[in-house]
Structure formats: structure tokens, C-alpha cells
């Protein structure tokens, strides 16, 4: 039997609230590969404190997915009544939702049922809209979402306040060492600025699950990146993905290698690891010419 036909979706109560706390751990790890500089892994003691605390019943559900009894997922909502009429926001009720299913019970049509059960509930609360707030580089999540008739009508933008950029290092001159100035927010660029079209790049090629683009600070004349649309640490740490995804990536690499050589006569293609990894996203360099001053 699939899964799907063995998951019972249901209100939660504070019985859930443990198996729920862990979902959130379990979610909140991928959330901190993704953007480590804006995600922790809680302790489940605090998550268990905190859902306990703030369960009120009022303006808020909670539903679990269970399968043969486990809950697997959950899915809260929280609905945010409209301010006054001085607001220039036209007054409408507003639910909240926020979704963690655990690692194995992935895209087995799960968050499907929670998020009807959610949106089933904020309907029957008098609620317009459903809103949420998604991490940009959480690919998989946004076309999850996108499936479902979500759609972006914002930037949530952000500062971080901390310590200001280090100035701008060029690094060892090796091929490939293609130095992108680091933000005090953390070190990947991709997830952070490109995947995010927080910076626009010039596309040159791009499949469901590889961009290839033109280096935005260039150091070689001809100078192409190539990565992943999800977040994958470095070759030799491919994250959440597997192999299929780097043939995947080498079938675009080559296929530019090839364009590149055949205009330029040669070309580089590098990947870096360690210390010459500068952005901890998986990328690959297609570079020709000679190094930049
Ligand atoms: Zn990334």
C-alpha cells in the first residue's frame, strides 16, 4: 500500500506536540544547510517548550500527518486578523502557515494533504489568504508551493547588522581561484544572491536543475559558472543529492567546454575544493584566456 493511502491527517492536540518538535528539528537541519547564517538547529527540549507555550487554540491550528499512527509531519496556521482602516492594506484576513514533514516522507504527496488541511481550516475561520515565507534558495520548497497556486508577491529583504564586508581578496593565482566578494552574511554566494535573483545574472544555459552564467566579477576574459538549483555543499560533499544530480551538472559543463573551446580554442574547467572553495555551493568555472590584473 502507498504511503499516501496510510497517512490520516488531524488536528493536532498537545499530545502531538513532541513528534511535532522533532519534524521541526528534522526541518530546521536542511534550513541550516541551506543559509547557515540565518538558520540553527533548536533543541527539541526548547521546541517542545515553546509549542507548548504558545498553544492557545485560538486563531491557531495545528494538523499532523500520520502514517500507521506516526506522525511523520505537521503543519501549523496561525491566522492574522486585519488592522484598522487607517492601514493602506485592504483589510482581509490573512492564515499564516508554516510545514515540516520528516526527511523520509518526502514527496510522497504528504505536505499536499496537510497544506488542504490547513487552507481547509483558515477557509471555514473566515481567512482570504494564505501567506507564507519561504527561504529563496529553497528550491524544491518554492515549486512545491508554486504547485499548489502560490505565488511571490514580495521580497522579504534583510541587513545583517553585524560586522562589516572584509575587503575584497582576489586570492592565489591558480585557475579557477575566482574570487566573489563574501557578504557578512555567510559564504554562499549561490544559495544567497544568485539562486535568490537577489543579483541578476546573465544566463547563458539552464535545465530544471543546473544554471550556467556569466561570473559577475569576471577574472579570465571568459569566465562561465555552472551550478546546482539546490543547495549542494562541494563535489565531494554533495548534500541531500546524489550522483545523478553531478551527471546532471557535467552534461551542461561539457556542453559549454565545448562552446567555449571551439570559439577560444581552450579552456579551464574547475571546480574547487578546501581552502580555494570560496563559496561552500558547489560550482564549476568554464574559464579561457588569461588571469585579469
Ligand atoms: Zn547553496
Redesign the pocket.
Known sequence: MRTLDRVRIERATTNDIEGIAQTYVDSARHHRD?DPALYQVPALEDVVRDLAQHWDGSDQATFVARVDGTGVGSVDVRLVRPRTEASMVKPRMVAGIGIAILGPYHRQGIGHRLMEAAEQWSRSQGAETMTLDCHG?NTTAISFYRSLGYHTTGLLMRKGLEATDAPDNRGPDHPGAVHVRQSSIGN?F??QQV?TGRLPVKKMYETERVLAFHHTRPAYPVCLVVIPRT??PSLVDLGAEGDDLLLDLLTVVRKIAAEVESEYGACWVVTNRGRYQDS??LHWHVISGNRLA
Open positions: 541551506l534558495g554562499d549561490y544559495c539562486l543547495h549542494v561552500k555551493h
